[in-house]
Nanobody
Framework: QLQLVESGGGVVQPGGSLSLSCAASGSLALEYYIIAWFRQAPGKEREGVSCITQRAFTIRYADSVKGRFTISRDDAENMVYLHMDSLKPEDTGVYYC?????????????????WGQGTQVTVSA
C-alpha cells in the first residue's frame, strides 16, 4: 500500500502555469510503481492526464494536455510532479495522483489501487 498526498493546486489565470506535487510514502519505494495523474472536472468523469513508468522509460499524455503539461518523478525523494503551462479554463478540476505496481503506462483509473485525496486547480480570469 502506498500513501499519496497531492499539493500545489490553486487559482490561476488562463495562460498561466502551475506545478503540482505528489508525495509518496509506504512500505515499498516509489521507484517500483508507475504513476499517473488524473483530473475530474465538475459534472464529468475522472480522466487520465499523464502517466510515467518506472525510471521514466515511458511517458504518455492525454491529447488535451500534450505540449503543455510535463510529468516527472524523483524516486530518491519519493515525489512525483506535474508541471502545467498555458493553462485553459477547461483544465479546471480536482487533480489526483495514482500509483500501481505495473510495468504498463496506463491512464485508466481502474488500473490503479493507490490514490491521493486530490488537489483543486481552477483556471479562471
Amino acid at each position: 500500500q502506498l500513501q499519496l498526498v497531492e499539493s500545489g493546486g490553486g487559482v490561476v489565470q488562463p495562460g498561466g502555469s502551475l506545478s503540482l506535487s505528489c508525495a509518496a510514502s509506504g512500505s515499498l519505494a516509489l521507484e517500483y510503481y508507475i504513476i499517473a495523474w488524473f483530473r475530474q472536472a465538475p459534472g464529468k468523469e475522472r480522466e487520465g492526464v499523464s502517466c510515467i513508468t518506472q525510471r521514466a522509460f515511458t511517458i504518455r499524455y492525454a491529447d488535451s494536455v500534450k505540449g503543455r503539461f510535463t510529468i516527472s518523478r524523483d524516486d530518491a525523494e519519493n515525489m512525483v510532479y506535474l508541471h502545467m503551462d498555458s493553462l485553459k479554463p477547461e483544465d479546471t478540476g480536482v487533480y489526483y495522483c495514482a500509483a500501481e505496481l505495473s510495468p504498463v503506462c496506463s491512464q485508466e483509473q481502474e488500473d490503479f489501487k493507490n490514490w491521493g485525496q486530490g488537489t483543486q486547480v481552477t483556471v479562471s480570469a
